[in-house]
Nanobody, 127 residues
Framework: QVQLVESGGGLVQAGGSLRLSCAASGRTFSRCVMGWFRQAPGKEREFVAGISGSGASTYYADSVKGRFTISRDNAKNTVYLQMNSLKPEDTAVYYC????????????????????WGQGTQVTVSS
């Protein structure tokens, strides 16, 4: 397993942008599929975006496609989530997650796919 620490959350007005970061420990980061999830109060944790170990493949939830971009820097053991055109409905605690092994786009949306989770960072979008 890897240890994950998210940062970059905060309060932003609708239409604004934020960039979340997730720093990972361990020497196996480049072999990890990474995902971002979010959980709003009273709702289940939902998939936001995923990226393969090399960064060549990405996958997004329909609700964020065209607004959010997932990327990674394996030299820095860090995955990012650039969030643009934020909406009040994007308000949630955002979590990063890691899965060691192969990338299968169809599996990315399930929380059970992932081996490790961060503690989360709060994103609040005001209207």
């Amino acid at each position: 397993q890897v240890q994950l620490v998210e940062s970059g959350g905060g309060l932003v007005q609708a239409g604004g942008s934020l960039r979340l970061s997730c720093a990972a420990s361990g020497r196996t980061f480049s072999r990890c599929v990474m995902g971002w999830f979010r959980q709003a109060p009273g709702k289940e944790r939902e998939f936001v975006a995923g990226i393969s170990g090399s960064g060549a493949s990405t996958y997004y939830a329909d609700s964020v496609k065209g607004r959010f971009t997932i990327s990674r820097d394996n030299a820095k053991n860090t995955v990012y989530l650039q969030m643009n055109s934020l909406k009040p409905e994007d308000t949630a605690v955002y979590y990063c997650a890691a899965k060691q092994g192969s990338y299968y786009a169809g599996d990315l949306i399930y929380t059970r796919t992932y081996d490790s989770w961060g503690q989360g960072t709060q994103v609040t979008v005001s209207s």
